[in-house]
């Protein structure tokens, strides 16, 4: 009954490779992002993203690309990757805040370690 | 420029101490502001926010809006509590939903 769940844990791969990661959520929710932590437990948002809008974070380089396929999906799509590009990626969800009077927290997946070689 | 800092990389305490991980903000307006936690080898999860006002697990963290502070604050750690911790940013409702800005994580260890 895992709410927000990404495949793979882990994840290693070459330099130059193309690679992708799945998230999917059973929250209901409308919301999805993607979340970088790097080697120095830094975390940065990377996209968030429901089925009006997508924002990206203006840092990140257009090797990453969210796919969406549903409302219950948002998957990292990664090309060329590079060393620094090794992290931990998180997924995480919220509903929607329509209705409300304040933001609702987010819930994270696990993580997916990624290391490139 | 919308930042939130966490000055303590790592904090270590002994069992029963009180501690306190510091976090400062800033932003021009009214955030939202939370805590996460990262357990070992767990998924970050909600500790507590701002508008709760509520105990956590023994903690909790008051806004102060003169400081631009919201410490997380608990009078007895447990050996339990060792994890990571992350202050979190997100503007008022109505502004970029959901997109956290966190801080750099305070790393809180409690020793026997």
């Known amino acids: 009954d895992t709410a927000v769940s990404q495949t793979p844990k882990y994840l290693v791969t070459q330099m130059g490779n193309d690679k992708s990661i799945k998230c999917e959520q059973n929250?209901?929710?409308?919301?999805m992002y993607w979340y970088k932590q790097d080697s120095k437990k830094f975390l940065k948002i990377m996209f968030s993203?429901?089925?009006?809008?997508?924002?990206i974070n203006e840092t990140v380089p257009n090797r990453f690309s969210p796919k969406s396929p549903d409302k219950a999906h948002l998957n990292l799509h990664i090309n060329s990757l590079e060393l620094g590009d090794s992290a931990v990626y998180f997924c995480?969800?919220?509903?929607?805040?329509?209705?409300?009077?304040?933001?609702?927290?987010?819930?994270f997946g696990n993580g997916t370690r990624l290391t490139v070689t | 420029a919308q930042r939130v800092t966490q000055p303590e990389k790592l904090l270590s305490v002994f069992k029963g101490a009180p501690v306190e991980l510091k976090c400062n903000y800033s932003?021009?307006?009214?955030?939202?502001l939370f805590w996460y936690v990262q357990y070992s080898r767990q998924r970050l999860q909600l500790l507590l926010r701002?508008?709760s006002r509520e105990s956590i697990k023994g903690f909790t963290a008051d806004l102060n809006k003169g400081e631009t502070s919201f410490h997380l604050k608990k009078p007895f750690a447990q050996e339990e509590d060792s994890a990571m911790y992350y202050c979190?940013?997100?503007?008022?409702?109505?502004?970029?939903?959901?997109?956290?800005?966190f801080g750099k994580g305070t790393k809180l260890s409690v020793k026997p």
């Open positions: 995480a969800s919220s509903p929607n805040n329509v209705g409300s009077q304040h933001n609702s927290p987010l819930h």
């Open positions: 929250l209901g929710h409308d919301t």
């Open positions: 993203y429901n089925n009006k809008e997508l924002i």
């Open positions: 932003y021009s307006g009214s955030p939202e």
């Open positions: 701002h508008i």
């Open positions: 979190a940013l997100s503007p008022p409702h109505g502004g970029s939903q959901g997109n956290l800005i």
